[in-house]
C-alpha cells in the first residue's frame, strides 16, 4: 500500500530555499531557549529546509544544470560555480504575457539544443499528473507549446531528440519536433474503461509509476501499457462544497474484486504499425514493469501472477510480438518488485536483485537468464541500485550493511570483488543521485535530528567536490530551541525478538520523575525497497519537530519497529504474512510494556498515534491491547483489508476468498467492543487511497458497541491530509487530544 508513513515524510521534509526570521537576541535573552510552536512547524518557514532545486546532470560529465530564480543555469561540477545561463527566466516568457512561465520542471533533448519545461502542473493522484509542455530551442530562442489539444502527461524526448512522446485523455501521442506535427498512437481511450501509456489506479499506488510508454534506445519504437478497467469497479467519492456534491467515480479493486486486463504493445514510429506483445494467456495477472533491453528490438517484460509470489522476466521481439520466460524467480510469502533490473551496455548480460537468500541482494545473469554470479551475500539488504561504470565493471549501490537504521553507498565489481564503501565516515541516511558515467554523485545526507547537508562528490573515491547546501541557517535556527536528543535503543520481547526503537525525551529530563510517553507507529511492509521505517538515522522533519514540542511538554516520544517493517531481510518484514495485524500488534504492546517497566515512565499513561498503516496499528493497539494505551489517534486508517485494494492488499493476505481469517481476525471492526481509552479517529472525505469508508465502518461499530470516541474529517483531503491550513488545524487538534488525555 503506498499509502504509508513515507508518503507523509515527503510532505514533512519540505524543499525550498530556508526562509529563517532575522533573530538578534540581546544578551539578556541570549541564553533563553525558544519554545517550539506549530505556527512555526505548519505554517510558517521557520524551519524550512533548503534543497537544490530541478538538478539534473547534463551529457559532459564536467556540468550540472538547476533552475535558479527563473532561470535555468550550467554549472561546472568541479568546482559547483556556475559557467552560463542558459536560458533566462525573460526568455520564458510568453508573446502578450505580463511574467514569465512558472516553470515546475525541464529535461533536455539528446544534444542539449532543446529543452522541454513544464508549467502549470496539476496532480491527479499520488503519481500522475497533467501539465502544460513548452519545447525551447536554444539556437532560436523560440518558445513553443508543444501542443494545443489540451494539457499533456509524461512528456519525453525521443533518445535522438527528434520527438516527444505524450499522453493525452487516454491516448498516446508523438510530436515531430522539426514540424511540430502532432501523431495519434492511439485512439481508442476512454475514461473509466480504457487507458493507453499511463497506468491505472492501482498500478500507480501499488507498482509505483504513472507513466506507461517507453521510447526504444534507438528512438525508433514506442512501447506502451493499455489498461482495459472495463470490469474494474468504481468507487464514488463525493466531492462537497458547491449546491449539490459531485461525485468523482473512478475504477478502483478492492481486494478480490477484478483488475484491469493489461497489455502491451510496440509501436513503430516509421511505419505507423503497432504490434501487442504476447503475455501470455491468463488475463488475471500483473505487468508491474515493462522495459527496453540493450539488444535491438528486444523488450524487457516482467510477469507477475496474481497472489505475487511468482515473477517472470520475459524476452520479446517487439517487431513480431513473440516472447520467451527467461528468468523465474519465486517466494513462498511474495516476491518483491522494483526498478534493479539492469540491462548492461553490449546486450550480453543483465544485473537483477533477489531476496531468494533471505536478503534483498545483487544478481549478474546472461541474456538467456543463466545465472553468472551473485555479487553481494550477507545478512544485510540493497535498497537502490545507483549506477554502473563499463570501463571499471562497478556497480554503485546503496543498502543496510552498516545498520538497519542507516544508508550508505557502496560499489563492487561485476566479478563480485572489491566491495567498498564509498563515503567511509558517517553514519545517517545517503540518497544518492549519480551521474550517468559515475564520475560524480549528488549525495544528499541526513541523521538524526541533523538536516539534510547536499554535496557533489568523486564517484570512485566519495572525495568532496563542493557542498550544494548545508542547511547551515536551519541549524542555526534549530540551535535556539531546546531539543531533546534522540536516543536508539533495542530490545528483546517476551518472545525473543529484537526490536529496534527511539526516544526523545524531554531536554529537562530528570529519571526521578515519571513520565507519560506517546508512541509513534507505522508499522506496514513497504513496496519493494522502499522503507516503511520510522525508526531511521535522518532528520524527522516537520513530524520530528512536533515529537520534540511534545517533549517540550514533558512527554518522552517513542517509536517501536514491529515485524512486518523493511530493512532487516525477508524472515523479518514477512512474518507478518497472510495475517496483518497480529505479530505487529504483539511488538507494540511489548513496547509498551517494555517501556512501563522503566523506572521513569508513568505505565498507566501511555498512548499510540500514527497514520494510515500506522492509523491501522493505532486502532487495533486501543482494542486488542486496551489495557495498555490511555489514548489513541489514528489518522486516515484502513479498518476492514477488505476495503483496501488488491495489489497491495492481497500481496500480504492474499485474496479474502482463499483467507478470509486473515480479513476479519485483526480487523479493528471486529475488536470495537474493547476500546476503553480515549480515541480520536481523522479522516480526509477526499481520500482516493484509503477510503472514508474505513472510518465509517469503525465509527458504526463503536456506536453499536456504546464507546466513546471523538472524529475529525477533513472535506475534499486526500489521503496526506494537507493544504492551506490544513496542517496546522489538524496538528493543533492532535496537540490539544494529547494534552488533555495523556
Not at 465 to 479: I, M, P, R
Not at 490 to 507: C, H, Q, R
Given at each position: 500500500m503506498r499509502f504509508r508513513?513515507?508518503?507523509?515524510?515527503?510532505?514533512?521534509?519540505?524543499?525550498?530555499?530556508?526562509?529563517?526570521?532575522?533573530?538578534?537576541p540581546t544578551l539578556a535573552h541570549a541564553q533563553q531557549k525558544l519554545p517550539l510552536t506549530l505556527e512555526d512547524i505548519w505554517?510558517?518557514?521557520?524551519?524550512?529546509?533548503?534543497?537544490?532545486?530541478?538538478?539534473?546532470?547534463?551529457?559532459?560529465?564536467?556540468?550540472?544544470?538547476?533552475?535558479?530564480?527563473?532561470?535555468?543555469?550550467?554549472?561546472?561540477?568541479?568546482?559547483g560555480k556556475p559557467v552560463q545561463t542558459l536560458v533566462t527566466a525573460a526568455e520564458l516568457q510568453l508573446p502578450g504575457a505580463d511574467k514569465p512561465l512558472a516553470v515546475d520542471g525541464y529535461s533536455f533533448n539528446a544534444n542539449e539544443q532543446k529543452i522541454l519545461f513544464t508549467t502549470a502542473t496539476e496532480p491527479i493522484y499520488r503519481r500522475s499528473a497533467r501539465a502544460s509542455y513548452y519545447v525551447f530551442d536554444r539556437g532560436t530562442k523560440k518558445l513553443t507549446p508543444l501542443s494545443t489539444g489540451g494539457k499533456q502527461g509524461y512528456a519525453t524526448y525521443s533518445p535522438d531528440g527528434l520527438r516527444v512522446a505524450f499522453t493525452r485523455d487516454n491516448n498516446v501521442y508523438v510530436t515531430d519536433l522539426a514540424t511540430m506535427q502532432e501523431t495519434a498512437v492511439t485512439n481508442n481511450g476512454v475514461k473509466n474503461n480504457l487507458i493507453n501509456g499511463s497506468a491505472d489506479w492501482v498500478y500507480e499506488e501499488e507498482f509505483g509509476f504513472a507513466q506507461g510508454f517507453f521510447w526504444s534506445p534507438d528512438s525508433k519504437q514506442i512501447a506502451y501499457y493499455t489498461f482495459d478497467e472495463s470490469q474494474v469497479p468504481e468507487y464514488d467519492m463525493q466531492e462537497w462544497g458547491g449546491l449539490y456534491p459531485k461525485e468523482n467515480r473512478f475504477k478502483y479493486p478492492k481486494a478480490g474484486e477484478k483488475n484491469s486486463v493489461v497489455s502491451v504493445s510496440s509501436y513503430d514510429v516509421a511505419s505507423a504499425r503497432t504490434t501487442k506483445m504476447d503475455v501470455g494467456p491468463v488475463a488475471d495477472q500483473y505487468i508491474p514493469r515493462v522495459q527496453w533491453t540493450q539488444v535491438p528490438n528486444t523488450l524487457s517484460i516482467q510477469r507477475l501472477n496474481r497472489l505475487q509470489n511468482k515473477l517472470e522476466i520475459l524476452h520479446g521481439d517487439a517487431a513480431t510480438g513473440k516472447t520467451k520466460v527467461v528468468l523465474t524467480d519465486t517466494n513462498p510469502a511474495y516476491v518483491e518488485i522494483n526498478d534493479d533490473l539492469n540491462y548492461l551496455a553490449g546486450g550480453k548480460q543483465f544485473l537483477f536483485t533477489s531476496e531468494k537468500d533471505g536478503y534483498q541482494h545483487l544478481y549478474l545473469h546472461d541474456m538467456d537468464g543463466k545465472q553468472v554470479r551473485q555479487l553481494t551475500k550477507g545478512n544485510w539488504e540493497i535498497s537502490a541500485i545507483n549506477g554502473f561504470d563499463p570501463k571499471s565493471g562497478f556497480v554503485y549501490f546503496t543498502s543496510t550493511e552498516g545498520s538497519a537504521l542507516q544508508r550508505h553507498l557502496y560499489r563492487i565489481g561485476l566479478n563480485g570483488k572489491g566491495k567498498q564503501r564509498i563515503i567511509e565516515a558517517g553514519n545517517g541516511i545517503d540518497v544518492v543521485n549519480m551521474s550517468p558515467d559515475t564520475k560524480y554523485f549528488l549525495n544528499t545526507h541526513s541523521s538524526a535530528g541533523v538536516p539534510a547537508v547536499v554535496s557533489l562528490r568523486e564517484g570512485s573515491s566519495?572525495?568532496?567536490?563542493?557542498?550544494?547546501?548545508?542547511?547551515?541557517?536551519?541549524?542555526?535556527?534549530?540551535?535556539?530551541?531546546?531539543?531533546?536528543?534522540?536516543?536508539?535503543?533495542?530490545?528483546?520481547?517476551?518472545?525473543?525478538?529484537?526490536?529496534?526503537?527511539?526516544?526523545?525525551?524531554?531536554?529537562?529530563?530528570d529519571p526521578a520523575k515519571k513520565y507519560p510517553v506517546l508512541m509513534h507507529v507505522y508499522g506496514g511492509p513497504s513496496f519493494g525497497t522502499s522503507s516503511s521505517q520510522t525508526v531511521l538515522d535522518n532528520y524527522g522533519g516537520a513530524n520530528y519537530l512536533w515529537h520534540q514540542m511534545l517533549a517540550e511538554k514533558g512527554y518522552i516520544v517513542v517509536s517501536v519497529e514491529n515485524r512486518g517493517t523493511s530493512g532487516r531481510g525477508s524472515a523479518f518484514r514477512k512474518a507478518t504474512y497472510a495475517n496483518l495485524g497480529k505479530l505487529e500488534t504483539i511488538d507494540q504492546a511489548e513496547g509498551a510494556k517494555y517501556l512501563g517497566a522503566l523506572p521513569y515512565v508513568d505505565k498507566s499513561r501511555i498512548g499510540i498515534w500514527g497514520w494510515s498503516y500506522g492509523g491501522y496499528m493505532t486502532s487495533l493497539a486501543m482494542t486488542k491491547n486496551a489495557d495498555l494505551f490511555k489514548m489513541g489517534i489514528a489518522v486516515a486508517p484502513v479498518t476492514n483489508w477488505r476495503y483496501y485494494d488488491t495489489v497491495y492488499t492481497e500481496r500480504y493476505l492474499k485474496t479474502p476468498q482463499e483467507n478470509p481469517g486473515g480479513y476479519d481476525d485483526n480487523s479493528p471492526v471486529q475488536f470495537a467492543q474493547n476500546m476503553k481509552g480515549k480515541f480520536l479517529l481523522v479522516h480526509g472525505t477526499g481520500d482516493d487511497n484509503v477510503h472514508f469508508q474505513n472510518s465509517i465502518a469503525f465509527v458504526d461499530a463503536m456506536i453499536k458497541a456504546n464507546k466513546d470516541y471523538q472524529t475529525l474529517y477533513y472535506p475534499n483531503r486526500n489521503h496526506g491530509i494537507a493544504g492551506g491550513n490544513t496542517r496546522l488545524h489538524l496538528y493543533r487538534q492532535m496537540t490539544n487530544f494529547v494534552t488533555q488525555n495523556l
Open positions: 508513513f513515507l508518503a507523509l515524510a515527503a510532505l514533512l521534509a519540505a524543499n525550498g530555499p530556508a526562509l529563517v526570521p532575522s533573530l538578534t505554517a510558517k518557514p521557520t524551519f524550512r529546509a533548503a534543497a537544490v532545486p530541478g538538478f539534473n546532470w547534463m551529457n559532459d560529465g564536467r556540468y550540472y544544470s538547476a533552475l535558479d530564480a527563473g532561470s535555468l543555469v550550467q554549472y561546472e561540477v568541479t568546482t566519495g572525495k568532496l567536490v563542493k557542498t550544494l547546501e548545508d542547511n547551515a541557517k536551519l541549524k542555526q535556527t534549530l540551535a535556539q530551541y531546546d531539543l531533546g536528543k534522540l536516543e536508539f535503543f533495542s530490545f528483546k520481547t517476551s518472545e525473543g525478538v529484537d526490536l529496534n526503537a527511539y526516544m526523545i525525551k524531554p531536554s529537562n529530563f
